[in-house]
Each structure stands twice: as C-alpha cells, then as structure tokens.
T-cell receptor
Framework: GQNIDQPTEMTATEGAIVQINCTYQ??????LFWYQQHAGEAPTFLSY??LDGLEEKGRFSSFLSRSKGYSYLLLKELQMKDSASYLC??????????WGAGTKLIIKP | ETGVTQTPRHLVMGMTNKKSLKCEQH?????MYWYKQSAKKPLELMFV???????ENNSVPSRFSPECPNSSHLFLHLHTLQPEDSALYLC?????????????????FGQGTRLTVV
C-alpha cells in the first residue's frame, strides 16, 4: 500500500529552527508538496519538490531525497504565527495525491 | 475576495436531514475537488471534477452526492448521514486535472465546512 509518515506533533521555541520530516512509500513519484494549515483555516501551498535537493523560500526550506523516500520542511526564525499543521503530500505514478496525516507544530514563547 | 469560498462554515445535522455544501472558486480553474479531513487522519479525496465532468469517485458512499453545475461552482449534497461522517469537508480547485500535462498545478483550498452529524 501507499503510505506517508510524518510526526503527529512537534514543539519548538520562538526564534528557533525546526525540521519536520516526511517519509513516503508510494507507487511512483511525481513530486512532493508541503502545505500549511492553521486551525480552522484552509491548507495553503508552501512548496513543491520534484528533484533532489534543497529549495529555499524565505524562512522556509524544503528538501527532497527520492532515493531515500524522504523530505523535510525546515522552518527558521520561528514565529508564533507558524503554529499550524504541516501536511506532506506525494503525487504518485497515476498523478494521485497521497496525503500524510499532518504534523501539528506548537510554538512556545 | 478569496479564491475558494465554502458555505456554510459550520453545519450540524441529524441523520435524517438533507443538506448541501457549497463551494465557489473565482480563479478560473478547470478542476474542483471535495476532500474529507478527519482528526489525525490524512486528507481523503472524495470527488474530482474536470471541466464540469466527474472524473474521480473514490468509493464514496451514495449518501454523498456531488454536483458541478458550472466550472465555478461545486456542491456536495448530503442525506441520511452517519455520525462517523462528522469531519471537515474541504473544497479545492486547480488549474487543470490530471496533472500529467507537463508539471504540477497547485491546489487552492477553501476554509472548509465543519460538519457534525448528530
């Protein structure tokens, strides 16, 4: 079966750095997405990786290793507004999006 | 004006009721989706419409009935639901579907309807 694994919950301190991991086992691979979802809000697109390596976008970076079936989302200079759930999703060989259950990130002052 | 708008935001309904969820997108997208989001579970794709035609129906019970009257509007008609159907129902849209036309096309989500079946 197809599976996306990410930690259920993480806690970090304001101003610090946090890395949210995502591992996947899917039938084929056509890209990996990260979305941010604040409580009671719509998921919003953060990043898309299809090639190995690090993509940086401001305070957020996303890394992909296709050979390891692994990605991480790196958040720097954490702010209280970064408290949210972070969803990892993989586009499989049939171009179906397979979603992880999300990681709830709690930021403490 | 937000890209994808869902109404109502919250809905409580009895198991014998009939209600409808509405989704509207102002992005000029060709594809629209219904997702179910339950606590601590992955998003579940329910239906996909592309150019107003249903192209995916992922084994969803018949008590959920989608309707896409035009490219900007999507409905989810609900009837005789069960308590386990209580969840956040998210609508999304993207420029195209499927996504094998040379690149990804990110999905834009609405804020969802929090449904409680009593």
């Amino acid at each position: 079966g197809q599976n996306i694994d990410q930690p259920t919950e993480m806690t970090a301190t304001e101003g610090a750095i946090v890395q949210i991991n995502c591992t996947y086992q899917t039938s084929g691979f056509n890209g990996l997405f990260w979305y941010q979802q604040h409580a009671g809000e719509a998921p919003t697109f953060l990043s898309y990786n299809v090639l190995d390596g690090l993509e940086e976008k401001g305070r957020f970076s996303s890394f992909l290793s296709r050979s390891k079936g692994y990605s991480y989302l790196l958040l720097k200079e954490l702010q209280m507004k970064d408290s949210a759930s972070y969803l990892c999703a993989v586009l499989d060989s049939n171009y179906q999006l397979i979603w992880g259950a999300g990681t709830k990130l709690i930021i403490k002052p | 004006e937000t890209g994808v708008t869902q109404t109502p935001r919250h809905l409580v309904m009895g198991m014998t009721n009939k209600k409808s969820l509405k989704c509207e997108q102002h992005l000029g997208h060709n594809a629209m989706y219904w997702y179910k989001q339950s606590a601590k579970k992955p998003l579940e794709l329910m239906f996909v419409y592309s150019l107003e035609e249903r192209v995916e129906n992922n084994s969803v019970p018949s008590r959920f009935s989608p309707e896409c009257p035009n490219s900007s509007h999507l409905f989810l008609h609900l009837h005789t639901l069960q308590p386990e159907d209580s969840a956040l129902y998210l609508c999304a849209s993207s420029q195209d579907w499927p996504w094998d036309r040379g690149g990804y096309t990110e999905a834009f989500f609405g804020q969802g309807t929090r449904l409680t079946v009593v």
